[in-house]
Structures are given as structure tokens and as C-alpha cells.
């Protein structure tokens, strides 16, 4: 994801991954991980965070050994640990190796990876600090509401990936080759201050996905959807999609932002509203909007208010979340508190090089 350890280009003999209780065995190119190795071969290795954050992707090594790209100790338990579990997304074989992954069923395959180029069709602004990043795709690349691509840096910014979640529904977007995502600028982030810099139309990238398990699970619980920034995109698609299908649970979605200058994609939300099949709330909250500003929405923290908008029925809720961590961090400790069950709670969280460093 963040493109940190550099491929060992030494050649070596082929490797071989056996997928366990799958009984698939893959062809390994060198430097490439466990999981990366399953996902282009379109197995449906569970993974969400792809750089040892989150140990969705862990298995059990039956035979062989791997090098070890991060420290797995503070994600798996001791008892894991004494078993010979592994991250999927961290371990590169150093020789043939056998994994046995749980969940995994005989014939399961996801959407396969695709590795392809892209040429930037245009950019929009969205708000003074997030535009609208339209990708023409020499490949067709298919993905689920909610999943991430990872784009290359380009060739002058040096070697990495960054992932951005898609941003539209399949359903609505105009072929297989378009991609739009929402691209926030960080402040002195790498790509990011290079794409924001000046019009990139017709810029070559390479990019690489789909990536994530972030999705819509069925059920009829409500849903409650949270997110700040740039996390619009993934819930903005997963909630069209939702629509498209005709789902008719109620939403509450709480949209945190800075100031009414870094709200967006309101009309967006406005026509979910009106098309929606069941209730369908959109909260944007501000907490740093001028006192005696013409604001007269809500304030503060989106923690802040969860408790109030969803009221008695917050256990029964279903959670989909996106954006800063800190954000998804204190809501899921307030979820947690109030009774909701840790597997209903979903989220990305958009972690960049500050936070994996
Ligand atoms: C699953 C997922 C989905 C995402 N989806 C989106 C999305 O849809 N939209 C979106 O805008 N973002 C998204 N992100 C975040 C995105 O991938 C990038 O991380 C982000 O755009 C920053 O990229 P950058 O190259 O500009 O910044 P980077 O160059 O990665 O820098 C980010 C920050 O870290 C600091 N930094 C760099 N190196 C270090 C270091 N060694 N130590 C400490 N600090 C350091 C930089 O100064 C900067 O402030 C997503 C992230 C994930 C994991
Ligand atoms: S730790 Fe491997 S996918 Fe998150």
C-alpha cells in the first residue's frame, strides 16, 4: 500500500504458495507477499488494510518458512503466535510454503486484481482541498461499493502506492475502464501535493486493485454511516449501491467536516435522501465553523451527537465508517460502549505514511 520495502530482485527459482483448505498452489514472483500473490490470482484472501494494521489476513503457516516484513506480535495472540500465525499481507515466502486460512471456501473467488495504466481524464474541485480524481483505464477493473485501488506514485515522485477508495456505486459508473475517487490534499504529502499543484489532466498512473473487504453486509439492522472528508467516497458508493438494490433500512449518516467550506457532495446526498426506500438522515457536522457564522446545523464532534440522532435503537445498528483514524477510533469506542457488537462495526480507515511510518 504504502510501497515501504523495496522487491528483492535477485533471481531464484520458482516458489510455490499452497492456499489451504482451498488446495490451490500459486506460482510466487519474488518480493511479492502471500496475500498479494492470492489476490492476482483472484482468491478471496480475507485482507483489508494491507500493511499490518488490522490481521484479517492472518494464517496459519503448515510448512515452509517467510520473511517477516512487519512486527505481527502486538496484532496476534500469544496463542496465534505459538501456532504459527502469520500475516498474510506481511510474510514473503522464502521457499515453497503451505497456508491454511480460515474462512476460506473450495471454489471461493473475488473479483480478481488487476494490474493496469490509466490516464487522468479530468479533475474537479470538490472543496478548497478535495478534488475529484477521474481515471480513463486501459483495463477494465471491476470492484464492490466500498472496496480501494492503489495508484502508483508517478515515475518523478520515486517508487510507493497511496490507496483511494472508489467513489461512485458500480452500478452508475459510465464502463468498467472510468474510475473517480476523492483525493484530499495533505499537507506535504507526496502525491497528493502533486496532483493538487496544478491541472494533471492526461497524466499517465499505473494503478493496481480492487483492494478492501469494506462492503454492505445483508441484513435488515439500520444503518448508521459515518465519516469525515475525503470518507465520503467509499460511503457515498456504498450507499448508492444500497440504493440501486433497493434497500430499505433506515440511515442515519453522520458526515463530520471542518467548516461549511469543507462540506460537499450535498446534492449527492440530498438525491439519496429523496430516493431513498426506508428513512434516510445526512448530519454534516462541523467543529470548527465561526461561532457567528450563519451555521445552523449541528457542532462539534461526530461522536459527539451519535448517541442523540440514533437514540434507544443504537445497539441494533450496523456501522459503516471511513476517513481519519483518530475519528474511527473514538466512534468505535462509543459504539462499543453503548452495546454494539464489534462485528457489526465496519470501517477504513484512511492511514497514510504518518501513521505507518
Ligand atoms: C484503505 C485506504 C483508503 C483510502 N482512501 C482514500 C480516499 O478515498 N481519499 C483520500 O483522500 N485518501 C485516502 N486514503 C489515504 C491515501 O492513501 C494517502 O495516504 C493520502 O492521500 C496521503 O498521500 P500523500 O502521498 O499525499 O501523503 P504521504 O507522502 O503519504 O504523507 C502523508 C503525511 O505523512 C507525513 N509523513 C510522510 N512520511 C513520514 C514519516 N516517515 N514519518 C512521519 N510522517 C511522515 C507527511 O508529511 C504527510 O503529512 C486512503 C487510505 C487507505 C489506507
Ligand atoms: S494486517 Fe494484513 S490485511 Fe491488515
Known amino acids: 500500500m504504502f510501497g515501504l ?15 489451504q483448505p482451498l488446495g490451490e498452489t500459486l506460482e510466487h514472483k519474488n518480493g511479492d507477499t502471500i496475500l498479494t500473490t492470492a489476490l492476482e490470482a483472484g482468491i478471496n484472501f480475507p485482507h483489508n488494510c494491507r500493511v499490518g494494521g488490522c490481521a484479517t489476513c492472518k494464517c496459519k503457516l503448515v510448512e515452509g518458512e517467510v520473511q517477516e516484513l512487519t512486527d505481527k506480535s502486538y496484532l496476534l495472540s500469544a496463542e496465534e ?28 473467488s473475488s473479483i480478481s486484481m488487476v494490474k493496469t495504466s490509466a490516464t487522468i481524464s479530468s479533475v474537479r474541485n470538490l472543496t478548497h482541498d478535495i478534488i475529484e480524481l477521474n481515471l480513463s483505464l486501459a483495463d477494465g477493473m471491476d ?43 495533505v499537507p506535504n504529502g507526496e502525491f497528493t501535493e502533486w496532483l493538487h499543484a496544478s491541472d494533471r489532466s492526461g497524466a499517465a498512473l499505473n494503478l493496481s486493485g480492487p483492494y478492501g473487504d469494506f462492503h454492505l453486509r445483508p441484513g435488515n439492522a439500520p444503518i448508521l454511516a459515518v465519516a469525515g472528508g475525503s470518507g465520503m467516497a467509499p460511503l457515498k458508493a456504498l450507499l448508492e449501491h444500497a440504493r440501486e ?20 457532495c450535498l446534492e449527492e446526498m440530498e438525491a439519496l435522501t429523496k430516493g431513498w426506500l426506508a ?5 454534516p457536522v462541523l467543529n470548527q465553523e465561526d461561532e457567528g457564522s450563519n451555521w445552523a446545523g449541528r457542532r462539534g464532534l461526530v461522536t459527539d451527537h451519535i448517541q442523540e440522532l440514533v437514540g434507544g435503537r443504537l445497539s441494533e445498528q450496523h456501522v459503516y465508517m471511513c476517513g481519519p ?31 505507518t511510518a
Open 279 to 283: 428513512h434516510f438522515q445526512f448530519v
Open 143 to 185: 470492484y464492490v461499493a466500498g472496496q480501494y485501488a492503489d495508484i502508483e506514485l508517478p515515475a518523478e515522485l520515486g517508487e510507493g502506492t497511496r490507496s483511494y477508495s472508489f467513489a461512485q456505486s458500480p452500478q452508475l459508473r459510465r464502463g468498467d475502464k472510468q474510475l473517480s475517487f476523492h483525493v484530499r490534499k
Open 325 to 355: 483514524p483518530p475519528m474511527i477510533d473514538a466512534a468505535e469506542a462509543v459504539l462499543k460502549d453503548a452495546g454494539v457488537d464489534g462485528s457489526n462495526i465496519h470501517y477504513d480507515k484512511f492511514l497514510d505514511s504518518s501513521h
Open 5 to 19: 520495502f523495496k522487491k528483492d530482485k535477485t533471481p531464484q527459482a520458482p516458489r510455490h504458495i499452497s492456499i
Open 245 to 264: 438494490e433497493g434497500v430499505t433500512r433506515d440511515v442515519v449518516y453522520l458526515f463530520g467536516a471542518r467548516t461549511q467550506a469543507d462540506l460537499y
Open 81 to 108: 503466535m505459538a501456532n504459527n500465525y502469520i500475516l498474510g499481507c506481511q510474510s514473503v515466502p522464502k521457499g515453497d510454503v503451505v497456508v491454511e486460512v480460515d474462512g476460506l471456501e473450495a471454489g471461493a
